[in-house]
């Protein structure tokens, strides 16, 4: 059996045919599994992929198959807490399996937004997708990997599509219960910063808060109503021109937590007090929500084991399970209270 070339670099799939005298194509069988090689050939790749520690790249192990090992996470979020959590969930479901995650984020108001999405898709032979918000919501996109053939997974605040294709997140139960804890509180000038109007989490959000208040005789007016992009940054702009106002609120409902640690900026920045002067409520329950000071009361969205769910349902068919009954197949938002929301003043 000749040598390889000694370069100093590792060994590739190349290499390993080569010693072993099979094709490329048999080598990728081997690693594989496949059950169309013979036993004698399979131990004789084996014993050489063992001897040169040879490790196949994701890509290289789909060499025999039409999909490649690699599960896509196709994102349009401003909150970069959002996006590591939901990451770090997905690997959590293949850690150990022989997927591999790779990440395509994208701007869905960009010109090029689907052509980008498709060849992405197209490109890597993704085994499958997983989706969170606001790309889950865009039946476009769902269209081009019906087109190719490639499995997926939506994460929404409402049923989409199959049961087997979603995992929903029934954010306007969230918002429901944040706003019944303001209503229990004493509050009635209650403010609402929500996300882009892109984002159907921003409607049901806004829904659930406006029906919560409602169970308590109150009432959210249009004037304490500021929309934000989900951004710590438009959180102080529009807690800024909430604050500024004759009658200020007394809560202010953030639709998400990057948002309402903006308002605690704001609010500081203006001499409000929290929750003294102002009572502050965020959405998500981010790991920085029991960071800060006061300690963000939230609404609970456990966005890592979103992630995980949604992988483990795009991967059930590869281990001979149903995504449609799997455990857990919904999530229920959950109000953590904290620090930051008391009774109004007087």
Known sequence: MNEPKRTGKPATINDIARLAEVSKKTVSRVINNSPFVKEETRKRVEAVIAEHGFSPDPQARGLAFRRSFLVGMIYDNPSPNYVVNMQQGVLDAVRGSGLELVVHPCDRAADSFLSEVRAFVVRQKLFGVVMPPSVSEDDRVVAILKEAGCPYVRIASVSLDEPACMVVTHDSRGAAQAARHLAQLGHRRVAFISGPDS???SHERGRGFREGLADHGVSLSDAYIRQGAYTFESGVE???????????????????????????????????????????????????????????TTVRLPIRDMGRMAAEKLTAPSRGLDPATLAQPEVDPSLVVRDSTAAPRG
């Open 238 to 296: 529009a807690a800024r021109s909430l604050l500024a106002m004759p009658e200020p609120p007394t809560a202010i409902f953030a639709g998400n937590d990057e948002m309402a640690i903006g308002v605690m900026k704001a609010a500081r920045d203006a001499g409000f007090d929290v929750p003294r002067d102002l009572s502050i409520v965020g959405f998500d329950d981010l790991p920085m929500a029991s960071r800060v000071w006061p300690n963000l």
């Open 199 to 201: 984002f159907r989490s």
